[in-house]
């Protein structure tokens, strides 16, 4: 009997990762869509989840009724193991689908070190590796990413490589499918058809010209999702990413993203509050990440802040700005981010003295972080990280003893009762920046700039925590490679490497032994570069000139430094025609009016507003019954949350909202009856209605049956509850492997026995435990390959389904994750 892949999650960690069926996920009929795009994410569920890029994609070609695009993630290691084993194909979570039945997938590349990711997603979905290897049958394959900026590595692989900015070429693309199909294009016509698009490399059909990046003008015109997929774990960030500007001229030249996202635009204040609106309430998050690359940077920072903080601060929704300069901090700023949740806070001076800053272009000085560091530990701070590199051009021991010198002096802005980390990571010269000619550090000099550093710190209340060199180098080698290294990627794969940017997944030996095999050596391509020679990446056009990058070269080796073009005159990069594409800034009130914020700006919730308790029984079936009790708990939160009923928060540093649950239910177990007790203010409909209202914004399988109001001094749960009634059933294809008359026999013994003692192992204590008065009820059904089993709790707790079928019935461990087991009851003290 044929196995499904949903059959075979309870073997591995986290399933949550593979089941699909979220809030706001998008299923169709796929013999309605004429084209269905796959969009691919080549590292776990919860780091994808995170990237609103592809967010924004699914989004946009799921607005149209007749393209269905779906998403898939890369599978860790035992989910790997677990398809390998079992024959079955990597498929996407919203149909199930291979890879191989999709018109195209689309892969972002967001960081080298996900390279043989893509290989392996490729191989399990059904997809030759090599381009020159498919078939006129099989999907094309597409990139799209920073990391597209040099495809040369990749280019073996992917079909095509969208640069730039994805928002408008992606209906482009859709378009070229839509027609490619209608007219049975056969592949290598496909493959010319995107190639004619703008902002496309394929590197079969490139012609000599170079790819120009796609920018979208007008970000405005672009709206953010208004309902994103809300993922069924906690993922990288757990929040609504509101992208408030897109690009950076800062001009710091080490810095590829500061380079080809130019040139500058921000949103308006008024799209970003009918943003954060519609994504809160499809979404019920409690916190909105402010997103560019200098947050600090938006000219209407300030406002759009106490805009939302006046707004949300009643509700508990936290503000976070990501990415800020030490120069752009405010004491409103400051004020703004800590109403609502502190941790430790970073910023990142990249060097240790303001010559070295100079030669990057940095901007700031010492005098901007120590003052901005104790306005940050005046305000109840604790902690502070700050970023720095190592081997950046010119460095020198006086630079490395500066970051450990500026450490101390931050340090002592806390009056020595903070914790300062230093976070070192080495420099990568990227192309596309001033630095792409510059030699990246090797292996050894690495470790010994790490260590001169870690030994130099004096305080313990300094920590310092170390960028891995192994990922530094492949990153560099890939940042720099070229067409060649696409034989090492695939070694490597072959090998077994899998999550390289993942520290305890890195098999650094596998890519030594690769390197050896097919006599590369990484310094080949680390090593400076001369002016005149070609860069692997010069066929694509990232909109900043030539000449400007060595312009900003010369300036480096003389310190010079680069007035950010916002505030003075423009430097000639290149990238704007100062039409179509320049630097667009958020509208000030005069130009376009924004409609004032509701709330009470910074005002605790009123405590006399009546809270109530309610008692919610709620199921979960099906897919959801291999989410986690964390899980289960934050999807019902976010569901409460989206009728716009108000939580009681606890007391405390990091107010939590009062839910109560009675017991965890076990990851693989169905369960018709879960019991929860929560605490409401404002209640926006009676129980019955809230019930409703609760269930549209619940995941697949999870679904409120019944809430009534409970009065004060009503028993907890846990203190009413004795126990539950279990059934477990053996699907059919394993029931042939049950012996059922040593079963039968086991259950008889058990009933007939006065005790029956199992060992438990505890914090390393082994503990035996009599359980026998604990199962009051234990009935097998061969016919119908089921047993029920009613158990209760005991002062010292109560025993598990698992433990009877292993320890009383002697079933085989390995077999136990694949039964049914569904919780059917729950038993009350009278």
Known sequence: MSINQEELLALVSKPSRYLGGEVNSIRKDPGSCSVRIALAFPDTYEVGMSHLGLQILYAILNGYPDVAAERCYAPWPDMEKVLRTHGLA?????????????????????????????????????????????????????????????????????????????????????????????????????????????????????????????????????????????????????????????????????????????????????????????????????????????????????????????????????????????????????????????????????????????????????????????????????????????????????????????????????????????????????????????????????????????????????????????????????????????????????????????????????????????????????????????????????GVSRDFLLQELQNSLSGTLTEDCRNGACRQCGVCDFKEFRIEKAHTEQQKPCEAATGRPGQEPEPHVPASCLRMIFRKLGRARLLSHLEITEALIRAIKKTGSTFVFTEGFHPHPKISFAFATAVGMESEGEYADIHLRNLSSGPGDLAGAINSGLPEGLEVVEMTEILPGTPSLSDTIRGFVYEITVPERLAADVPWPRVEQKAAEFREASSFSILREKKGRKIVRDIRPLVEALELSKECGTLRLRLLFGSEGGVKPGEILTEVLEFERDIVPLMELRKLETLFSP
């Not at 099989?138 to 730039?164: E, H, R, S």
């Open 90 to 542: 990597l498929t996407t979570l919203e149909s199930r689908t291979p890879l191989s039945a999709f018109d195209l997938v689309g892969f972002s590349l967001q960081y080298e070190l996900s390279y043989t990711n893509v290989l392996n997603m490729l191989e399990l979905g059904g997809i030759p590796l090599r381009c020159s290897e498919r078939s006129q049958d099989a999907p094309l394959v597409i990139a799209g990413g920073p990391c597209t900026f040099n495809p040369a590595p990749m280019a073996p692989f992917i079909d095509a490589f969208v640069i730039g900015e994805g928002e408008e070429v992606i209906s482009e693309i859709a378009a070229a499918l839509r027609q490619a199909k209608a007219g049975k294009y056969d592949r290598n016509r496909r493959l010319e058809q995107l190639a004619s698009i703008p902002g496309i490399y394929v590197p079969t059909h490139v012609s000599g010209r170079r790819i120009r990046k796609r920018i979208v003008s007008d970000l405005d015109s672009w709206r953010m999702p208004s309902a994103p997929v809300v993922p069924l774990m906690k993922t990288i960030h757990d929040r609504i990413t509101l992208e408030i500007a897109r690009g950076c001229t800062r001009g710091c030249r080490f810095c590829q993203a500061g380079m080809v996202w130019r040139p500058v635009r921000e949103r308006n204040l008024h799209t970003l509050e009918i943003s954060a609106e519609e994504q809160l309430a499809s979404t019920g998050y409690d916190e909105l990440s402010l997103l560019s690359l200098s947050s600090g940077d938006y000219s209407r920072i300030e406002d759009l802040l106490i805009r939302l903080m006046n707004r949300y601060y009643d509700r508990r929704i936290a503000l976070s700005l990501p990415s800020l300069r030490s120069e752009t901090l405010t004491r409103t700023l400051i004020e703004g981010i800590r109403k609502v949740r502190k941790t430790s806070f970073t910023l990142a001076p990249e060097a240790g003295t303001q010559r070295l800053r100079n030669v990057i272009n940095k901007g700031n000085t010492e005098e901007d972080l120590l003052a901005t560091t104790a306005q940050v530990f005046d305000a109840g701070w604790k902690a502070v990280k700050l970023y720095f590199m190592i081997g950046l051009p010119s460095e020198r021991e006086e630079d490395l003893d500066g970051i450990v010198e500026l450490g101390h002096r931050v340090l002592r802005q806390a009056r020595n009762r903070g914790q300062v980390t230093l976070s070192l990571s080495t420099f990568i010269p990227k192309p596309h920046t001033p630095f792409q000619w510059h030699r990246q550090i090797g292996m050894d000099e690495i470790a010994e700039r790490q260590q001169y550093v870690r030994k130099a710190v004096r305080s313990r209340s300094i920590s310092v925590k170390l960028h891995d060199r192994r990922m530094s180098l492949l990153e560099g080698l890939f940042s720099r490679g070229d067409q060649s290294l696409g034989n090492l990627i695939e070694r490597v794969f072959r090998l077994g490497g899998r999550f390289d940017g993942w520290s305890d997944q890195l098999q650094f030996d596998l890519w030594e032994q690769a390197m050896e095999d097919l006599d590369i050596s990484a310094d080949a391509y680390l090593r400076e570069r001369t002016f005149d020679e070609a860069l692997p990446w010069d066929s694509i056009d990232c």
